[in-house]
């Protein structure tokens, strides 16, 4: 059975920060890309970040770039993602994403950005 467990999400003031982390289990993880989304309340979910299988490349979507980190453990099956100077507009429910031959989703992490 195939998992992905996101943790880390919390309430945090502006400028703060959170370490997402997110563990996979029942996949060979080091053969998946992974990533993180976010969907904020009625917006559709979109891509924050991606990390390839051998954690060589990143991406991550303009309005995060510089505050935002994903890295990965393989030899752990997690991948995580330090989030910097966080800002009102980052708060969404931030998802897990295992992607390779098929895909996987986590169930979700709120994040919420407030004073």
């Known amino acids: 059975q195939v998992q992905l467990v996101e943790s880390g999400g919390g309430l945090v003031q502006p400028g703060g920060s959170l370490r997402l982390s997110c563990e996979a289990s029942?996949?060979?993880?080091?053969?998946?890309?992974m990533a993180w989304y976010r969907q904020a309340p009625g917006k559709q979910r979109e891509l924050v970040a991606t990390?390839?299988?051998?954690?060589?490349?990143?991406n991550y979507t303009d309005s995060v770039k510089g505050r935002f980190t994903i890295f990965r453990d393989n030899a752990k099956n997690t991948v995580a993602m330090w989030m910097n100077s966080l800002k009102p507009e980052d708060t969404a429910v931030y998802y897990c994403?295992?992607?390779?031959?098929?895909?996987?989703w986590g169930r979700g992490t709120q994040v919420t950005v407030s004073s």
């Open positions: 990390i390839d299988s051998g954690g060589r490349r990143t």
């Open positions: 029942g996949i060979t993880f080091s053969s998946y890309s």
């Open positions: 994403n295992a992607a390779w031959w098929r895909e996987y």
